[in-house]
């Protein structure tokens, strides 16, 4: 395996900017606004795409369709089956020629719960591209984004369990299993919240070093993240809620210019990352090797039909199943569309392949062929599905969203209906708004308590409609000095055609003004030879001296434009006509 692609350098450097520019540029109200069916999707539904891809596999396994030894007959085969339950190490004392094993109940599992993960890379830069609504687009992010760290959990839960083997697995680990989900990933979500806001708090007296201001948010970005890890908790999971607490108080502490500075640099280490996974993704295709050498691949036809296959099926299962729960409790009902489009976004990228990177063969015996799949699924999805999408979204005339910010129209208008709607609740005495109750309350315990303790100057009681007004008349004075700059321009530009078209006039009428370097055909009796110097040199005038000459002169004269009403004066000698 090459030095450049091991999962350590993937998850600790080349993830982290990625994830943490996705949470830190999340548009927070739709996010928690989706947020019960991003946690369905992203949790409910990874465990069931794990489930079904690993049991589907685990069942066709069974009829010896996987195995490649060419000595192995059928009633060894089923004795193998019946044995599969014992544990790896019985079944491959019975094996006398490799190839001739099935990857066991706890094998598949494992790789069920790395290749069900949806890959936030690969949605990021599919889903910029075609610009699908901004419901559907934070849904589907919202769901890659957060199932990261469910697929890690499950992915360890299920390394440990093949460790033990799965005639020791009792019910009590099963248990532990889902109480260390549960651990990991709140624990990784409350370190990136606390994370968040220890680095408003220090931003907070930042004013005498506005240059450090970017610095010191990437670093506590970039921490939350080392920090989960550390304590086996969910660093994905971390850096994403960094990145959703701090964006609310950092941009208020911190400078327009830091501000820019975060934002050019967030998208450029995100994009170097995502540049880098990919490229090394192909690299290890060609050249991956194992820790002896040899080639890190097994190409298995039918697996690798059968886990594309399952992973197509299973999704578009579990989207219709997860979306009929869902309507029953959204205003705004997912159409067929839209599911058709999620259905479709599920890609698989980086997170899959580093994850399937830590198997060892000690492990998973069949840990080559699992390489070789996933990397089969990554490039099925991107390169097929990845391309394909954007055309779909056109025929399907899928709605898209529109580029513009939200007006001040629009934030007010959002304020003064989330107050009338809970106005309407309190009445009726209805709860279905439970998303608008908590960000109520946190919108109350914020201006009482964390906005005095983390903001510098806590001025304004609702700081987003104040910045689209900001906003607003920025762009306004901008247009203004654009428009006077324009005006200016113009009239720059009519004097000066009135003073050559004037010029010209009076060049024609007082022959003594000629302008230098004027030619003619030379083999003209009257024109003038290339040095252009027919007069005595005295009278020769350069062409840099024409304004000179003219703002001497007393004569009005008009510009050829019927438009342009400005006259220039012009002397002369001879008569003080007026030239038109």
């Given amino acids: 395996m090459p030095t450049t692609l091991t999962p350590d350098i993937f998850f600790l450097f080349l993830l982290p900017p990625i994830i943490g520019e996705a949470g830190y540029f999340m548009p927070n109200r739709l996010f928690f606004d989706q947020l019960g069916t991003i946690l369905l999707m992203a949790v409910v539904g990874t465990i069931f795409n794990m489930i079904t891809i690993g049991g589907s596999l685990y069942l066709i396994g069974l009829t010896g369709l996987f195995q490649t030894g060419e000595n192995c007959s059928a009633p060894e085969a089923f004795d193998i089956f019946n044995t599969t339950m014992v544990g790896l190490a019985e079944t491959e004392e019975i094996l006398p020629f490799p190839g001739c094993s099935n990857?066991?109940?706890?094998?598949?599992?494992?790789?069920?719960?790395?290749?069900?993960?949806?890959?936030?890379?690969?949605?990021?830069?599919?889903?910029?591209?075609?610009?699908?609504?901004?419901?559907?687009?934070?849904?589907?992010f919202g769901e890659s984004l957060l199932n990261d760290g469910v697929a890690v959990v499950l992915y360890h839960m299920f390394e440990a369990y093949c460790e033990i083997g799965v005639d020791k697995v009792t019910a009590s680990d099963l248990g532990l299993g889902l109480a260390s989900f549960a651990v990991v990933a709140g624990g990784g979500t409350l370190i990136g919240i606390f994370v968040g806001y220890l680095c408003a708090f220090t931003t907070r007296f930042m004013d005498h070093a506005r240059v450090l201001e970017p610095l010191i948010v990437i670093m506590f970005a970039y921490l939350s993240y080392l920090t989960a890890e550390i304590f086996h908790m969910s660093g994905i999971l971390a850096i994403t809620f960094c990145g959703i607490t701090m964006k609310n108080y950092v941009e208020q502490n911190i400078s327009e210019t830091s501000s820019t500075t975060i934002r050019a640099s967030a998208h450029m280490f995100a994009n170097i990352a995502e540049l880098t996974i990919f490229l090394f993704l192909g690299v290890f295709t060609v050249t991956g090797t194992d820790v002896h050498g040899e080639s890190i691949h097994e190409w298995n036809w039918w697996f690798v039909i059968c886990t594309i296959a399952a992973c197509i099926i299973c999704r578009v299962i579990g989207v219709l199943i997860l979306s009929y729960i869902a309507n029953r409790y959204r205003i705004k009902k997912l159409n067929m569309t839209e599911q058709f489009i999620m259905m479709y976004g599920g890609l698989r990228g980086g997170v899959a392949f580093a994850l399937v990177l830590l198997i060892t063969e000690e492990v998973a015996p069949h840990a080559k062929m699992f390489v070789t799949t996933t990397l089969a699924m990554v490039y099925w999805t991107v390169f097929v599905q990845g391309i394909t999408i954007k055309p779909m979204v056109l025929y399907f005339k899928v709605k898209q969203r529109s580029e513009a910010e939200p007006c001040l129209t629009e934030r007010i208008t959002n304020r003064l209906m989330d107050n009338t709607k809970t106005g309407m609740e309190d009445i009726l005495g209805d709860n279905s708004e439970v998303p608008m109750k908590f960000r109520n309350w946190y919108k109350s315990f914020d201006d009482k308590f964390l906005k005095p303790l983390l903001l510098r100057d806590n001025k304004y009681k609702d700081p987003k409609v104040m910045e689209t007004f900001e906003s607003i008349q920025k762009e306004d004075a901008i247009q203004y000095i654009k428009k006077q700059s324009m005006v200016q321009s113009v009239e720059k530009v009519k004097t000066l055609n009135a003073v050559i078209a004037g010029f010209k006039k009076k060049s024609q009428v007082d022959q003594s003004v000629i302008v230098e370097n004027e030619t003619k055909d030379s083999s003209a009796k009257t024109g003038y030879d290339n040095k252009a110097f027919y007069p005595s040199p005295d009278e020769v005038i350069d062409a840099t001296d024409l304004s000179v000459m003219?703002?001497?002169?007393?004569?009005?004269?008009?510009?050829?434009?019927?438009?342009d009403n400005i006259e220039v004066q012009m002397s002369s000698d001879g008569d003080k006509d007026k030239v038109q």
């Fill in 550 to 563: 003219v703002l001497k002169s007393q004569v009005p004269v008009k510009a050829e434009n019927g438009e």
């Fill in 103 to 140: 990857p066991g109940l706890l094998e598949t599992f494992l790789f069920g719960s790395l290749i069900a993960a949806v890959d936030p890379v690969a949605v990021l830069a599919v889903f910029d591209e075609i610009k699908v609504d901004e419901v559907l687009n934070i849904v589907v």
